[in-house]
């Protein structure tokens, strides 16, 4: 297991990171957080390997600029990874490993280069095993991810086990997203939204998409919050369970 929280007058031998890093076929668990650019490009080396034992993956980052993890990180294979969080990051290959990852079942990607909505769908479609699921995208900075071939159009994605699913961004994207989605048991659904010009006439897909799920149609709570930056609808959709 390697933890790493960066903390002012931290003495932490990176030395010793490097060693359990090359211990990858015992590695369990590996937290970075906010981890000094120089530590970051000293490890980046020892982790252009497969984790075939890594169960749990947190990667947090202060900004993309400076944390940019090679396309041959991880070497495209965690088979065995369940939780997996990559925020403010940019993960040159993410496309690539999130369809290697089959057995995810908990996925944050929080600040990170927008993948776009159809590749997305191919991502989910390796990941039936998938409860929840975070999204924030930093949707300033696009970058065409390398070895990925866009999918047919609206390829399904089946989510049996999605219980709970958090999006932050802009209402088309979520449109082309979802109209992709079945989702039969979701429960929780929190949404933020960027103002955008006649919002409310531009989510049919949405609508679509909690249609399809069952036990969203008798819902227990629903919110509406509007501020200068953010159209959050619903905050927090929860249903009873019957």
């Known amino acids: 297991m390697i933890n790493y929280h960066d903390r002012p007058g931290d003495t932490d031998n990176h030395e010793n990171i490097i060693a ?32 075939p034992t890594l169960t749990e993956l947190d990667i947090y980052g202060e900004s993309m600029a400076d944390w940019v993890l090679p396309e041959t990180s991880l070497s495209g294979s965690a088979p065995l990874l369940r939780r997996c969080a990559i925020c403010g990051v940019l993960f040159l290959a993410l496309p690539s490993f999130l369809i290697s990852t089959f057995q995810i079942t908990d996925l944050t990607l929080t600040g990170v280069a927008e993948i776009p909505p159809e590749q997305m ?7 039936p095993n998938l409860k929840e699921l975070v999204m924030a995208f930093d949707f300033l900075c696009t970058i065409d991810y390398p070895c990925f071939l866009n999918p047919p159009p609206l390829t399904r994605v089946d989510l049996p086990l999605l219980t709970h699913f958090k999006f932050e961004g802009f209402s088309q994207y979520l449109e082309e997203l979802v109209a992709r989605i079945y989702a039969p048991f979701l429960h929780r659904l929190f949404v933020n939204f960027v ?19 069952e036990r969203l149609k008798e819902f227990h709570r629903a919110t509406i919050d509007f501020n200068p930056w953010l159209f959050s609808w619903p905050m927090d959709w ?5």
């Open 20 to 51: 359990a890093l090359e211990r990858r076929d015992h590695m369990a668990v590996i937290e970075l957080l906010e981890m000094p650019l120089s530590i970051l490009e000293t490890l980046s080396p020892f982790m252009q390997e497969p984790f």
């Open 238 to 242: 929860e249903v009873i369970s019957s």
């Open 195 to 213: 103002i955008e010009p006649d919002i409310s006439e531009s989510q049919f897909q949405f609508y679509q998409f909690i249609a399809r799920s």
């Open 121 to 127: 769908a191919t991502c989910l479609t390796a990941l």
